[in-house]
Nanobody
Framework: QVQLVESGGGLVQAGGSLRLSCAAS????????MAWFRQAPGKEREFVAV????????NYADSVKGRFTISRDNAKNTVYLQMNSLKPEDTAVYYC?????????????????WGQGTQVTASS
């Protein structure tokens, strides 16, 4: 069982930056692929970024590539999402998710564990 708690959301002006954190419980964090998803009002939850359990590989949605960076610290059981050059269209609730394994999974249906979400708002 893994419990995830996100933090770091907030309100920023377009062009600004935020860093989200997701703290995980449990002693096997390093065995989990971790990802960030987001959901805007009236829209489906969409993939943002993923990091393999080993931390050696990452992948991003085209809409955030070059602006967002996912990373993890297995010693701290934490995954991060550094978000730079934020745009109004990045406004959404951001969720971290976990799945046992060392591969990339892009569908939210493939993740077993979810955090409660944190609101990110980028104003124009």
């Amino acid at each position: 069982q893994v419990q995830l708690v996100e933090s770091g959301g907030g309100l920023v002006q377009a062009g600004g930056s935020l860093r989200l954190s997701c703290a995980a419980s449990g002693r096997t964090f390093s065995s989990y692929t971790m990802a960030w998803f987001r959901q805007a009002p009236g829209k489906e939850r969409e993939f943002v970024a993923v990091i393999w359990s080993s931390g050696g590989r990452t992948n991003y949605a085209d809409s955030v590539k070059g602006r967002f960076t996912i990373s993890r610290d297995n010693a701290k059981n934490t995954v991060y999402l550094q978000m730079n050059s934020l745009k109004p269209e990045d406004t959404a609730v951001y969720y971290c998710a976990a799945r046992l394994g060392n591969a990339a999974y892009y569908s939210p249906a493939l993740y077993n564990y979810w955090g409660q979400g944190t609101q990110v708002t980028a104003s124009s």
